[in-house]
């Protein structure tokens, strides 16, 4: 009995998820139905929109290749418009050249030549009126300012010598000069490098040397020891190397006033050096460090009428003769030294430049080059500034010239810059270039064996070829 509601129990089951498991199927069908016919909805509208997008392409490419032959048909026309544009030009041209008896190019170059010959004649005549005007005004203008410059400026008029003279207490001061068999005269001339001359002029002795500053040196040792009274070899030396010392004081002491008086500053410590050894310095009778001086001060007045950095022209004239305190211990012109210092130590190129060209070893290039030969040239030139007298200057430009003059084939020579440079103007036809290059080292050589001067002289030969013709 109980296994049969068992079995009872498992038929009812069995049949209630029959029940349930279709119910469920009919409903997938469905659903699945309904996703079928979505799907052939958007099929349907797909084939549809490729439909229409494959009539628009169609109709964009008919559109693109009716632009293509639209476009081609513009070239061709756009050709044929300038063919025939220059056609028409060139038949243009011919005819206007057939008019006027000239091609286009011999016009165009005619018209050419006419406005270069017209514009040259112009720029000449402005140029010539110009250099005209401005010579004249340049002149008188110079003349002035010179002028006033060297009016305004006081400077002594006296001239230095060789000899210095040092004063004795008494004649019997000689005798310990000279010393036993001339034991202390000897060592003096030996340790200072001066000739000590002692002759009968009372109360004094002469001290004799070209180099002013060894003169000074022994100057102040003599001194030294006729104050002392004690004079033998040993106390010669002690005193020579005290009086160094005070030498090169007072040279710093006088490049110091020089730049004070000048309004010149911030100077390396070796070109102050250098500068006031030139105290002891002279050039024909002018002691140069004065010079340098006067010569600052006559190019600071030109610079300020010409409106020009009156410092610079001033540093310029002032360190212009640096050289001079060298010279005789490196080769070269003092103009050539002094650039080469100034260069060295840290000076400016204006002021280099204005050393080197003052003599004109360079051409000068800038205003204060041209206002520092100025100045030099007003203080060297001044009356009584310096010793060599007018005869002996005109004696030794016409001894230049004469020694130029013997050479074959010179037709006239010119001493120039007072006597630092010689022009020899030699015959063309009797002298070629490299007779004329000989002319210049033969010259050379027989002022340097003939003739005493300070610095060097620049020979130049200037051999010039002219055509001439006449129109008649």
């Known amino acids: 009995m109980e296994i049969a509601l068992f079995v009872l129990s498992a038929l009812v089951l069995a049949a209630a998820v029959l029940t349930v498991g279709g119910s469920r199927l009919r409903r997938s069908r469905e659903e699945l139905r309904r996703l079928h016919d979505e799907w052939e909805r958007r099929e349907q509208r797909n084939a549809e929109r490729e439909i229409r997008l494959d009539e628009e392409q169609r109709r964009l490419h008919a559109s693109a290749i009716e632009a293509a032959e639209a476009q081609a048909v513009l070239v061709r026309r756009r050709e044929e418009l300038r063919a025939a544009a220059v056609l028409a030009e060139s038949e243009q ?24 010959e017209q514009a040259k004649r112009d720029a000449v005549r402005i140029v010539r009126e110009i250099e005209r005007a401005a010579r004249a005004d340049g002149e008188a203008r110079a003349r002035d300012i010179v002028a006033t410059a060297v009016q305004r400026l006081a400077a002594a008029q006296t001239a230095d010598v060789v ?65 002392d009274g004690r004079i033998h070899p040993l106390r010669i030396e002690e005193e020579y190397a005290r009086s160094l010392v005070e030498v090169e004081r007072l040279c710093a002491r006088a490049a110091e006033d020089a730049l004070a008086e000048v309004g010149v500053g911030d100077l390396h410590p070796e070109l102050l050096r250098l500068l006031g050894r030139l105290r002891y310095r002279t050039s024909y ?41 060298l010279t005789h211990e490196v080769e070269g012109s003092h103009a050539v030294v002094g650039a080469e210092l100034a260069r060295r130590y840290g000076e400016s190129e204006e002021v280099v430049h204005a050393i080197e060209a003052h003599h004109n070893e360079v051409d000068p290039r800038t205003v204060e080059a041209v206002l520092t030969q100025a100045a030099d040239a007003c203080s060297g030139g001044r009356p009584g500034a310096r010793r060599e007298s007018l005869e002996l200057f005109a004696r030794r430009l016409e001894r230049l010239e004469q020694i130029a003059r013997r050479h074959q084939g010179v037709h006239k020579v010119f001493a120039m810059q007072a006597g630092r440079e010689v022009r020899v103007m030699v015959l063309p036809e009797a002298v070629d270039d490299l007779q004329a290059q000989v002319i210049a080292r033969d010259v050379a050589k027989q002022v340097e064996e003939e003739l005493t001067y300070p610095g060097q002289i620049r020979i130049t030969v200037i051999r010039e070829s002219r055509a001439t013709e006449f129109a008649r």
Do not use: W, Y
Request: net charge neutral; charged share 25%.
């Open 93 to 116: 041209r011919l005819a206007l050249e057939r008019v006027a008896g000239l091609t286009s190019a011999q016009a165009r170059a005619e018209v050419v030549r006419a406005a270069e």
């Open 163 to 227: 000899v210095t003279a040092v004063a004795l207490p008494a004649d019997d001061m000689k005798g310990r000069i000279i010393g036993r068999e001339g034991r202390n005269i000897r060592s003096f001339e030996a340790v200072t490098g001066v000739n000590l001359v002692i002759d009968e002029t009372p109360s004094s002795v002469l001290l004799s040397c070209f180099d002013p500053v060894r003169r000074e040196v022994a100057r102040l040792t003599l001194e030294a020891l006729i104050a």
């Open 285 to 325: 009778g002018q002691n140069v460090l004065g010079h340098l001086v006067e010569s600052a001060h006559l190019a600071g007045m030109m610079a300020a009428e010409l409106r020009v950095d009156p410092v610079l022209v001033k540093r310029c004239t002032l360190l212009h003769d640096v050289g001079k305190a």
